[in-house]
């Protein structure tokens, strides 16, 4: 592994924002069970997901990908809110609970936290669109929408 002394004694030049993946959808897993976060601003708990794409969808340009490196090693980031205001938690779980069930979790019998236990090598399809970053020029690849596999 490259130490840190080396790689900041490369050329500034050489250091370039990666490109994101192209818009569309994607056949993805969830890697393991979802990471308990919180928001800075707000304290908002949530879950981040982690969804690794293991296939394209007939609608992603397959030049682009190729541009882009591909999919291998690449994954994408599904954060879940869980307002605390009385108004918005149901929805926000509801949210939540839409989600695993295009994982394939039914909830029939369930709660929202044994429901998560059963998401890990759980497949979904994600939706990619492209949002504009703040503060300098470019896109990130952002989930859009998911929906369940076939």
């Given at each position: 592994m490259t130490n840190l002394s080396e790689i900041l004694s490369r050329p500034a030049t050489e250091f370039n924002f990666p490109p994101?993946?192209?818009v569309g959808g994607y056949h993805c897993v969830v890697a393991g069970l979802p990471e308990e976060i919180e928001s800075s601003q707000k304290k908002t708990p949530g879950y981040q997901f982690t969804l690794n794409p293991?296939?394209?969808?007939?609608?992603?340009?397959?030049?682009?990908?190729?541009?882009?490196?591909?999919l291998e090693g690449k994954s994408f980031k599904h954060t879940?809110?869980?307002?605390?205001?009385?108004?918005?938690v149901d929805t926000?779980?509801?949210?939540?609970?839409?989600?695993?069930?295009?994982?394939?979790?039914?909830p029939e019998g369930k709660s929202i936290m044994a429901m998560i236990d059963e998401v890990p090598n759980s497949e979904v399809i994600v939706y990619i669109k492209h949002t504009p970053l703040q503060g300098r020029d470019g896109f990130r690849a952002e989930i859009a929408k998911t929906a369940p596999v076939g």
């Open positions: 994101p993946l192209p293991i296939a394209t969808l007939d609608d992603v340009d397959s030049a682009e990908l190729s541009a882009v490196g591909g879940m809110w869980i307002s605390q205001d009385a108004t918005k926000t779980v509801a949210m939540l609970r839409e989600f695993l069930e295009h994982c394939g979790i039914s």
